[in-house]
Nanobody, 126 residues
Framework: QVQLVESGGGLVQPGGSLRLSCAAS????????MGWFRQTSVKEREFVAH?????????FYADSVKGRFTISRDNTKNTVYLQMNSLKPEDTAVYYC??????????????????WGQGTQVTVSS
């Protein structure tokens, strides 16, 4: 049974920071590329960040978060992180982590990910 559990969300003021964590179990974590997505009630689930599975992992970001967010992973802890800095109100969303099971070329599409966490709410507001 694969389980991905996000944590670290909450309320933060604009310009603030949060670090999200996603703890994985039930899969060989180091075999999987991981991604972060976000979703609101009025928008489709959108790509945020992606990280490859190997040592010296490469990272990929949506333009909207590039330079502000950092994805990282610790394969010894079966955990992927999303460090979010300089947060903006438009970053408000439910954030999901996911494990890629489809084509690598589709890393920015939700359909490429076969395992998903339950999501954690991030609210950026003054």
């Amino acid at each position: 049974q694969v389980q991905l559990v996000e944590s670290g969300g909450g309320l933060v003021q604009p310009g603030g920071s949060l670090r999200l964590s996603c703890a994985a179990s039930g899969l060989t974590f180091s075999n999987y590329r991981m991604g972060w997505f976000r979703q609101t009630s009025v928008k489709e689930r959108e790509f945020v960040a992606h990280i490859t599975s190997w040592n010296g992992a490469s990272t990929f970001y949506a333009d909207s978060v590039k330079g502000r967010f950092t994805i990282s992973r610790d394969n010894t802890k079966n955990t992927v992180y999303l460090q979010m800095n300089s947060l903006k109100p438009e970053d408000t969303a439910v954030y999901y982590c996911a494990a890629l099971t489809g084509y690598v070329a589709n890393y920015d599409l939700p359909s490429a990910y076969g395992y998903w966490g339950q999501g954690t709410q991030v609210t950026v507001s003054s």
